[in-house]
């Protein structure tokens, strides 16, 4: 008898809905979380690899300016005429 009155209409314990309830509850509450922490992984792991981008564009042009300074000290050098009569100055 008191078996009877535990059931619902269907003839479904409360026990089990109530677990079937329970348990979808913590699979959503999981699934979120996982799908929170992998878009937040995706966004992080997105600005990392645009900062790489960005420190080997700088590199490039760090090496293409450096090349730039001593082809102008160089053509400086070259040019400038007390530069060479202090070099020229120097030897004697």
Do not use: C, H
């Not at 564009?57 to 053509?75: C, D, G, H, S, T």
């Amino acid at each position: 008898m008191y078996k009877d009155t535990e059931r619902l209409n269907s003839g479904v314990p409360w026990s089990l809905v109530s677990m079937t309830i329970i348990l979808a509850s913590i699979f959503l509450l999981l699934s979120s979380f996982k799908i929170y922490l992998s878009s937040q992984i995706y966004y992080e792991s997105k600005k990392v690899n645009d900062l790489r981008q960005d420190v080997s564009v700088l590199r490039a042009e760090n090496v293409m300016l450096k090349n730039k300074v001593e082809a102008l000290r160089f053509k400086n050098r070259v040019t400038d005429p007390l530069f060479i009569m202090d070099q020229e100055g120097a030897l004697d």
